[in-house]
């Protein structure tokens, strides 16, 4: 028996969770998932069509596809048709069980996965008004929205921390929960060993790699390295060769909205498409101030819609698709697969640097390919970051532990000094101003002392 935490379960991206270890559950064998969420009527809803997802035993399955651009959600996207629903009249191996209680749902786990949103979707909509107010680049992790996401999920984090390290200390910790690679690292340092951070942003790459090249998944390695939503591709190894640049000549010049052609053609890479924000500022700051609405604010109506669906729903909706995101929970699973069954897979996660990446510290966490089995999760070197992005991570990840040390010891010129390091906030004249408003908006959320001298 597999016992797995989910903290966060009402999560609208928890029924994906449902249907990936259902999937595996003949493999990993029976898996009991214990829910718990801050919001209870909302953990009703979710762990309610969870379990109609299981009672059915037979579902239409559709999986997430996204293909080529990173900001058009809505459009590019996709379900699509897969392989393998659960058999009619299978046995249920997958039982949820939903706690009220922290520590019962901890209490002696195997696996714990972190997806909570702190401050929900009414937090995130007062941090991208900041970012228009300012006229940055932003979105969910970048900038200001980042910082301050980081900021109040960072003190819900400690008691998070302790809790796990009373209750679960040798559980494996899966934080999908954003800025997954700065929360990872935080939770590292609170002396939690075994952690691991998840994004689903490789997904979307992979498919433009099978889609452009006709290679099936599983029978090439792309050398995906950087920080959490800074990574970059520049090697593709398929029988014997590197295919980059044979990907490059297939791009349609039109296939990725954020970025140019020729620019990639010039660096000989893909980019992860947060990389839009840095090399492409005014173009996003101009495209960010045009909009009549927030991201945050159509997240917030999807949610809603998802969340009425949820209460009737048999399987999916495909308004899912709509929500962007989806595709967590399934790197999520098969990372869990992988360890259960000791398959010696590869996969692509947030872990602990080493020797990965030589221009930032060993203990930084870094985003790479890993090597996953009963052992663990262990990274793989391939090589350094290209000069291009080489100074942007460094400088990112500078600013990431110089404000996780600030919000440790509650110390608010540590906050700016942060700011200040962040390659797009790094103007005194901004960052001051923002600084206090960032702690104004989440005051409810932060310790008092921070709020004085």
Request: contains cysteine.
């Amino acid at each position: 028996m597999i016992n797995i935490a989910v903290v966060g379960s009402g999560s609208v991206f928890s029924p994906e969770l449902i249907i990936g270890f259902a999937q595996n559950a003949d493999k990993i064998g029976p898996i009991t998932l214990r829910f718990i969420d801050t919001d209870k009527p909302r953990q009703k809803v979710v762990s309610g069509f969870c379990r109609r997802l299981l009672k059915d035993g037979e579902w239409p399955l559709r999986v997430h596809k996204r293909i080529g651009s990173y900001d058009k959600p809505d459009s590019l996207n996709a379900f699509m048709d897969a392989p393998g629903p659960l058999p009619k009249n299978q046995p249920n191996h997958v039982e949820i069980i939903d706690c009220d209680d922290l520590g019962d749902c901890l209490n002696g786990v195997d696996f714990v996965l972190l997806q909570i949103r702190h401050g929900g979707l009414l937090a995130r909509i007062e941090d991208e008004r900041l970012g228009k107010k300012y006229k940055l680049p932003f979105t969910e992790t970048i900038s200001v929205c980042g910082f301050s996401t980081f900021l109040r999920t960072y003190y819900e984090y400690e008691k998070l921390g302790a809790a796990i390290k009373k209750y679960a200390p040798d559980a494996w910790v899966l934080n999908f929960t954003n800025p997954s690679a700065q929360l990872s690292e935080t939770l590292s340092m609170m002396g939690i060993k075994k952690v691991v951070g998840i994004c689903n942003g490789f997904m979307g790459t992979k498919d433009t790699i099978q889609e452009l090249l006709g290679i099936e998944d599983g029978t090439y390695f792309m050398n995906w390295r950087g920080l959490n939503h800074l990574t970059v591709v520049d090697g593709i190894y398929h029988e014997g060769r590197n295919r980059m640049t044979e990907l490059l000549e297939k791009l349609p010049e039109d296939y990725y909205s954020e970025f140019d052609k020729k620019m990639l053609v010039c660096l000989g890479s893909l980019l992860n498409g947060y990389f839009q924000y840095y090399f492409n500022r005014e173009k996003v700051i101009n495209k960010l101030q045009s909009q009549p609405r927030l991201r945050s604010e159509t997240v917030k109506e999807i949610d809603a819609l998802l969340l009425k669906e949820y209460k009737t729903a048999k399987t999916i909706p495909d308004s899912l698709a709509k929500r962007g995101g989806y595709g967590y929970a399934t790197a999520v699973v098969n990372i869990v697969r992988a360890m259960c069954m000791n398959e010696g897979s590869i996969h692509y996660a947030i872990v602990p640097n080493g020797v990965c990446l030589p221009s930032l510290p060993q203990d930084a966490f870094v985003e790479v390919p890993v090597y996953v089995s009963k052992n663990g999760v262990l990274p793989i070197a391939t090589t350094d970051l290209p000069d291009y992005a080489k100074g942007l991570a460094i400088s990112l990840k500078s600013y990431e532990r110089i404000l996780m040390k600030a919000a440790k010891e509650r110390d608010k010129r540590g906050m700016l000094e942060a700011m200040m390091t962040h390659p797009l906030l790094n103007c005194f004249t901004i960052a001051e101003p923002l600084l206090e408003d960032c702690l104004d908006i989440n005051r409810s959320y932060l310790p008092d002392n921070l709020h004085t001298g």
